[in-house]
């Protein structure tokens, strides 16, 4: 059975950084794309960042352009990413899912298959 395991998230002040991590469980990774989605309160998901299996391009929504940056050690099985120069509007729950299609606005992306359970990230002023 495929799990996702995130962690990594907390609480942090404004312009701070947190790095999380997205384990895969009961397969191996390299067979898989992987994405980063978030969900604030009140506010629909919304894609944050992908990384392809295939030769580990990188796919960011443009809200956090410059700021995160997404990578893969297959040998770990685990996706991270690194958020730096954090906001306040950054807070939200994030997830990793398995198969995103990342075309686009990050509010129009998606994914097909397994999702993690979560992990808050706040960010205060």
């Known amino acids: 059975q495929v799990q996702l395991v995130e962690s990594g998230g907390g609480l942090v002040q404004s312009g701070g950084s947190l790095r999380l991590s997205c384990q895969l469980i009961g397969t191996n990774l390299d067979h898989y794309t992987i994405g980063w989605f978030r969900q604030a309160p009140g506010k629909e998901r919304e894609g944050v960042s992908c990384?392809?299996?295939?030769?580990?391009?990188?796919y960011y929504a443009d809200y956090v352009k410059g700021r995160f940056t997404i990578s893969r050690d297959n040998a770990k099985n685990t996706v991270y990413l690194q958020m730096n120069s954090l906001k306040p509007e950054d807070t939200a729950v994030y997830y990793c899912?398995?198969?995103?299609?990342?075309?686009?606005?990050?509010?129009?992306?998606?994914?097909?298959?397994?999702w993690g359970q979560g992990t808050q990230v706040t960010v205060s002023s």
């Open positions: 899912a398995t198969d995103p299609v990342c075309l686009g606005k990050g509010s129009t992306w998606s994914a097909r298959n397994h």
């Open positions: 990384i392809s299996s295939y030769d580990g391009t990188t």
